[in-house]
């Protein structure tokens, strides 16, 4: 199992990021998907799920109308989208998938949100 992070950086308040997820070995059309993030000194915590299929969304309160999940099972690969930052979303996020109640993670890409 593999998950690749890409698309953090540096951006002003209120602009935008798209976060990619590119998954290998594993059945990705089959397996919901989660973007969790950390910030620095805190606990990771989660940020938005994404069902099998796409059609059910889960987000967490500090994001939910900011934040998009989305996924393309034909290139598998799963996408958040990030409207409207704030410097509190400043933080490493992590793409993750629980399979067979084993967690995978990626990487992890750095986003910062500053002036």
């Known amino acids: 199992v593999q998950l690749v992070e890409s698309g953090g950086g540096l951006v002003q308040p209120g602009g935008s990021l798209r976060l990619s997820c590119a998954a290998s070995g594993f059945a990705f059309s089959s397996s919901a998907m989660n973007w969790y993030r950390q910030a620095a000194g805190k606990e990771r915590e989660f940020v938005a799920s994404i069902s099998n299929t796409g059609t059910g969304t889960v987000y967490a309160d500090s994001v939910k109308g900011r934040f998009t999940i989305s996924r393309e099972n034909a290139k598998n690969t799963v996408y958040l989208q990030m409207n409207s930052l704030k410097p509190e979303d400043t933080a490493t996020y992590y793409c993750?998938?629980?399979?067979?109640?084993?967690?995978?993670w990626g990487q992890g890409t750095q986003v910062a949100v500053s002036s």
């Open positions: 993750h998938a629980r399979l067979f109640q084993v967690n995978y």
